[in-house]
């Protein structure tokens, strides 16, 4: 098994397209417009959406090849860190 990279996810182009494939299928991403406020993507790594009263509405953070390789925990980044 490949040893956990327990580093911080890189703001980077590559991790943004990863991104871009589950928070962008997220039914919390639409329905808050996230894409409207800053930081846009890569939660885990550059912190909370700025969007104001955000709603719940699950999360596709567990399967995206970032959370795995990081060993990130409970998801919800746009939200809570
Ligand atoms: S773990 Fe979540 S916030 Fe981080 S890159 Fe993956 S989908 Fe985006
Ligand atoms: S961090 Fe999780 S809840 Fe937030 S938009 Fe991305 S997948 Fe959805």
């Known amino acids: 098994m ?3 990279d327990t580093t911080k996810v890189e703001d980077s ?3 943004v397209q990863t991104c871009m494939k589950y928070c962008g299928s997220c039914p919390s991403y639409r329905q808050n417009a996230l894409s409207r406020y ?3 993507w890569l939660f885990c790594s550059r912190g909370t959406s700025a ?3 955000m709603k719940e509405a699950g999360c596709f953070c567990p399967a995206c090849e970032l959370f795995a390789r990081h060993s ?3 998801g919800h980044f ?3 860190h």
Request: aromatic share 0%; with cysteine.
């Open 78 to 80: 746009c939200e809570r």
């Open 72 to 74: 990130l925990v409970i």
């Open 13 to 15: 182009d590559a991790n």
């Open 38 to 40: 800053e930081p846009g």
């Open 2 to 4: 490949m040893k956990p």
């Open 51 to 53: 969007a104001p009263r």
